[in-house]
């Protein structure tokens, strides 16, 4: 009997074993950049104005919310494996509104953010992203007069 537990044993170690070998293999040729976080952050540099917006994803709707002059809100999530991430927002304020894209999972937009890490300023005249590459905002989108 001793002898059996002892067979059942190895068997049982050696199914483990091949599993992380197997396991092993099939991670190894992913990408390390499938499994980072990647970050979103919304500045407001509208003086004396909140900033009203409402971002979300095809999985994720990440409600209204109000920021204040000089405020920041930041929001981060990790990149699907077998499909294209894409958030977008729409601003609005008392005159104003824009839609668009605040991250895509795509190496030309995220070389726009300078990687992983997209930051969006709303001032009168625009939207403007932060290109860390040149180390400067860009402007990207203008507001939409609302009628």
Not at 99 to 110: I, L, Q, R
Request: one cysteine or more.
């Amino acid at each position: 009997m001793r002898k059996m537990n002892q067979m059942i044993i190895a068997k049982l170690y050696s199914f483990v074993f091949i599993l992380l070998l197997a396991f092993g293999q099939s991670t190894s040729s992913m990408s390390t950049n499938d499994f980072l976080t990647r970050f979103v952050r919304i500045v407001n540099h509208l003086i004396n104005h909140p900033l009203t917006y409402h971002c979300k994803s095809a999985d994720d709707d990440l409600g209204i919310r109000t920021l204040q002059p000089n405020g920041e809100w930041e929001f981060s999530f990790d990149a699907a494996t077998f499909k294209i991430t894409d958030f977008y927002c729409y601003f609005f304020n008392e005159h104003f509104y824009a839609t668009f894209d605040v991250y895509v999972e795509d190496s030309k937009f995220e070389d726009k953010c300078g990687g992983d890490h997209c930051i969006w300023t709303a001032q009168y005249d625009g939207f403007y992203l932060y290109n860390t590459d040149l180390g400067q905002n860009v402007k990207m989108h203008n507001w939409t007069t609302q009628y």
